[in-house]
């Protein structure tokens, strides 16, 4: 018997009314802040994602799922949305409107993980990304978006962390001086740590294991090396964010696991902590446009992952609206009324009534089980007689009760009832 493959899964009907519930804010939230959707491929050159992997949480070699196609072309699925917006920025000569450039997307990202809670080799992401402005006004709209998201979809307790992380003048001042202070305690740092010292120093700083935390609390805090610029960057976005009434702590150990990310960093906890519980995240990557053969351009933006929102409006036990039920089932007795059922489950439909027509040779008391576990509204049973008197039994799911209805009127009458 074949499986979904470890670390994705199906969606089942079931759960479609929190995809479309989530979906559906993401889609009113961009409108209102003006981001427009863009959709990109699934699969794309490996190569594009190198800048936005390379020493970040997604090893290129080991967590990317990375295939040459029959042409011999190394190809990717798509690992995070911002490198292919980007791209999509690039070749379409985006750069030529005015900037800011506001794009949103929803959509799979993979990565080949260790499958736990929260985290998934196939998991979706909702992203939006603000691109060819440096102004710290859009990095706190962004954080405000975020935020209004949350709130939109009725969670409650979520928390935003900040920071900024410099850039291509201050940071390499940090990182060195991040080096000096682990290199005195490399027996002390675990095997991850150890291979991070050598290639992503930043990332130490955000290690779970308690050893490498407490190493981490006495390291030089980044806040301190920032340059005049990105020292007033970070206060006008804090500035932005208090005016706009936005709570958030500082961390000066939030780091974010990608190369390209300069100045601003954030991200948002839920109400329950847990190993893998960021909701989204995300912040300034100034360099990652010129890193893909742009010129330099600025930009910030958010990622968010749908399935942890989920598990949170599920523990939060948020009422989600229901998927629309079908109307009527159309139930027959008989090849006679078969004939008739299917005419009119076909004219209902023109008349935009959602109905679903029975099928086969069940027992009415079978097809009756059908249309309560579809949660059709009504039943409309044919039987001969129905047939020869041009009239069908109009039966509400819900109260049991009964009436015969001719034919003529049935999409007046299922419309009067207000249930279609
Ligand atoms: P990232 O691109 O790593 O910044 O991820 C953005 C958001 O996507 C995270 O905050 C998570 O909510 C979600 N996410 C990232 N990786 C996974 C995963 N493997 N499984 C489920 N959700 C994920």
New binding site residues.
């Given amino acids: 018997m074949y499986k979904a493959p470890r670390?994705t899964s199906d969606i089942l009907p079931q759960e479609q009314a929190y995809w479309k519930y989530v979906e559906g804010k993401a889609a009113s939230l961009c409108q209102l802040y003006g981001y427009q959707l863009l959709t990109t491929p699934i699969f794309e050159d490996s190569q594009l994602f190198a800048p936005t992997v390379a020493g970040g949480?997604?090893a290129v070699d080991k967590e990317m799922y990375i295939f040459e196609d029959r042409s011999g072309q190394k190809l990717a699925l798509r690992a995070?949305?911002?490198a292919p917006v980007c791209r999509a920025y690039l070749e379409h000569g985006l750069f030529n409107l005015p900037q800011p450039v506001k794009l949103y997307y929803l959509g799979p990202?993979f990565?080949y993980?260790r499958p736990q809670a929260?985290?998934?080799?196939q998991?979706h992401?909702f992203?939006y990304e603000a691109i060819g402005d440096a102004d710290p006004a859009l990095d706190a709209e962004v954080i405000e978006m975020a935020r209004r998201f949350f709130l939109s979809l009725g969670l409650a307790g979520f928390s935003f962390q900040l920071n900024s992380i410099g850039c291509n003048l201050c940071q390499p001042k940090y990182i060195e001086a991040l080096r000096r202070h682990y290199s005195s305690y490399t027996a002390h740092l675990c095997p991850d740590c150890k291979a991070r010292l050598l290639r992503n120093p930043l990332r130490l700083l955000d290690c779970k294991k308690a050893s490498c935390q407490k190493i981490a609390e006495t390291a030089p805090r980044i806040t301190e090396y920032l340059c005049p610029e990105c020292q007033a960057h970070f206060q006008s976005v804090q500035q932005y964010l208090e005016a706009l009434g936005i709570p958030f702590q500082l961390n000066y150990r939030l780091v974010?696991?990608?190369d390209y990310y300069t100045r601003t960093v954030f991200?948002?906890g839920p109400r329950e902590e847990g190993a893998?519980s960021?909701?989204?995240?995300?912040g300034r990557y100034d360099n990652l446009i010129e890193q893909l053969g742009g010129k330099p351009t600025p930009a910030v933006g958010f990622?968010?992952?749908i399935?942890?929102?989920i598990l949170n409006l599920k523990r939060q036990k948020i009422a989600i609206p229901a998927l629309s039920k079908p109307t009527a089932f159309i139930a027959y007795l008989g090849e006679g009324a078969k004939i008739r059922a299917i005419k009119l489950a076909s004219e209902l439909r023109q008349s935009g009534i959602a109905v679903i027509a029975a099928t086969g040779a069940k027992s009415l008391k079978g097809q009756l089980r059908q249309a309560d576990s579809l949660s059709a509204s009504y039943a409309i049973i044919i039987g001969e007689r129905e047939v020869e008197t041009q009239s069908a039994v109009l039966r509400d799911m819900i109260t049991n009760k009964q009436e015969t209805v001719p034919l003529a009127e049935i999409v007046s009458s299922l419309k009067q009832n207000k249930k279609t």
């Fill in positions: 670390g949480q997604i995070e949305g911002t990202a990565r993980e929260g985290r998934y080799r998991h992401q992203g974010r696991g990608l991200e948002v893998q960021a909701l989204g995240g995300g990622a968010a992952g399935e942890r929102i």
